[in-house]
């Protein structure tokens, strides 16, 4: 059987785009290092879109298994929860001084820590049957949109860096709260 389609292959056709996620989570990564804010974004938007195509893959030639759903939260973590952070982190709280870079410093950790404990939790009620027709708070792709929009509030002068601050505490709280999305 061809190992893209076969149900039990670690590289089956979702599973391979999962990992096309993932190389556009690191490449981002990569060009946040060198300052390339523009072209981060880009790559990680395309590993959004690789994200949800990973998804309808799986479901659609039924090539759903447990490695690929522990690679699907890797993928998310890395691409949803890191990759914003570390933007923000490096384009917006560099610029900040003394204390407010200390509390971005706890609320970048604070964020990172939500976002892992959301995926880790979606997992374990995604294996006891529990996912229904809402996400109990926000999911991380959602999370990351919102801190997209944060950053280009930033970047245009909309918020000051103090208030990204304060937006991503909130939003890392909206990760695990009862807040109820639809799952399309």
Known sequence: MNPLFNPKSHFNLANMFTMVNITCGLIATYLITQHNFFYAIIFAWIGGAFDIFDGKIARKFKLSNEFGIQLDSFADFLSFVLVPVFLIFQAVYS????????????????Y??????????????????EVGKFFVGVPTPLGA???????LGYTYGVLPGALVVFMMAVIGWLLNSKVKVPHP
């Open 112 to 129: 990172v820590i939500s976002g892992l404990r959301r995926l880790i939790q979606f997992n374990i009620d995604a294996e006891a049957g």
């Open 145 to 151: 949109i919102l801190l997209w929009l944060v950053y």
């Open 95 to 110: 610029d900040l001084g003394g204390v407010w870079f200390v509390a971005a410093v706890i609320v970048s950790v604070y």
